[in-house]
């Protein structure tokens, strides 16, 4: 898995109208499958009074996760089309939910396959693919004397990092996977062996 990929780039959204019925698809970056079921949450809530929110997701965990549910459409209607997008897209660490709001007509199951296989390809082009490589998180605990030091270090290896200043200094690093043995060599250099590191696995 140390190999790139395809993802999405951004949140994003696409809305169409078919025969009355409102469709919304959203979809987002997700690198883990509590990530992608708390999108899906997030999206139920917000959309609490939609008639239905069919999520599907791609995720590159350990083993490699794919999920959909047609959440009370006809059975291979929503779910399945959803999927199949992300699929043929060749998009991982992504997760889709499409929002219906039902207009008084059936769409019958090819039309409603239809009509969720395009708000998801509508919403991964508003999203755009990108290369991605695979990422890893640790975090990394100082006293406040090495604090300075460890965040010019992370800052000039261009890392994703957040700080968090209480007794002490924890940085919540995400770097690609293929820097973070040598990141975190740097980081024990920097503070003479005193840095907690703690690899999340």
């Not at 794919?66 to 991982?92: F, T």
């Not at 390809?121 to 640790?138: I, W």
């Not at 293929?178 to 590191?197: N, P, Y």
């Given at each position: 898995?140390?190999?790139?990929?395809?993802?999405?780039?951004?949140?994003?959204?696409?809305?169409?109208?078919?025969?009355?019925?409102?469709?919304?698809?959203?979809?987002?970056?997700?690198?883990?499958?509590?990530?992608?079921?708390?999108?899906?949450?997030?999206?139920?809530?917000?959309?609490?009074?939609?008639?239905?929110?069919?999520p599907a997701y791609r995720v590159r965990a350990s083993p490699f996760?794919?999920?959909?549910?047609?959440?009370?459409?006809?059975?291979?209607?929503?779910?399945?089309?959803?999927?199949?997008?992300?699929?043929?897209?060749?998009?991982?660490?992504?997760?889709?939910v499409v929002t219906r709001y039902y207009g008084g007509t059936n769409l019958g199951v090819g039309g409603l396959a239809r009509s969720y296989s395009r708000a998801v390809k509508q919403g991964v082009d508003a999203a755009g693919v990108v290369e991605s490589l695979p990422h890893?998180?640790?975090?990394?605990?100082?006293?406040?004397?090495?604090?300075?030091?460890?965040?010019?270090?992370?800052?000039?290896?261009?890392?994703?990092?957040?700080?968090?200043?209480?007794a002490k200094v924890t940085f919540a690093v995400r770097v690609p996977t293929a820097e973070g043995s040598d990141l975190r060599d740097r980081v024990r250099s920097t503070t003479s062996g005193r840095a907690d590191i703690d690899t999340h696995r």
């Amino acid at each position: 898995m140390s190999e790139s990929y395809w993802t999405v780039a951004e949140p994003a959204t696409a809305r169409f109208e078919v025969q009355g019925s409102e469709f919304i698809g959203h979809v987002a970056p997700a690198e883990t499958v509590e990530a992608a079921e708390a999108f899906y949450e997030e999206i139920c809530e917000q959309y609490a009074d939609a008639t239905h929110n069919v999520p599907a997701y791609r995720v590159r965990a350990s083993p490699f996760r794919e999920y959909s549910s047609d959440d009370a459409e006809p059975s291979g209607s929503a779910g399945k089309p959803a999927l199949n997008v992300l699929q043929q897209r060749e998009v991982e660490n992504v997760v889709a939910v499409v929002t219906r709001y039902y207009g008084g007509t059936n769409l019958g199951v090819g039309g409603l396959a239809r009509s969720y296989s395009r708000a998801v390809k509508q919403g991964v082009d508003a999203a755009g693919v990108v290369e991605s490589l695979p990422h890893e998180r640790f975090s990394i605990t100082v006293t406040y004397d090495d604090s300075g030091s460890v965040r010019s270090l992370l800052e000039s290896a261009a890392v994703d990092f957040e700080a968090d200043y209480e007794a002490k200094v924890t940085f919540a690093v995400r770097v690609p996977t293929a820097e973070g043995s040598d990141l975190r060599d740097r980081v024990r250099s920097t503070t003479s062996g005193r840095a907690d590191i703690d690899t999340h696995r």
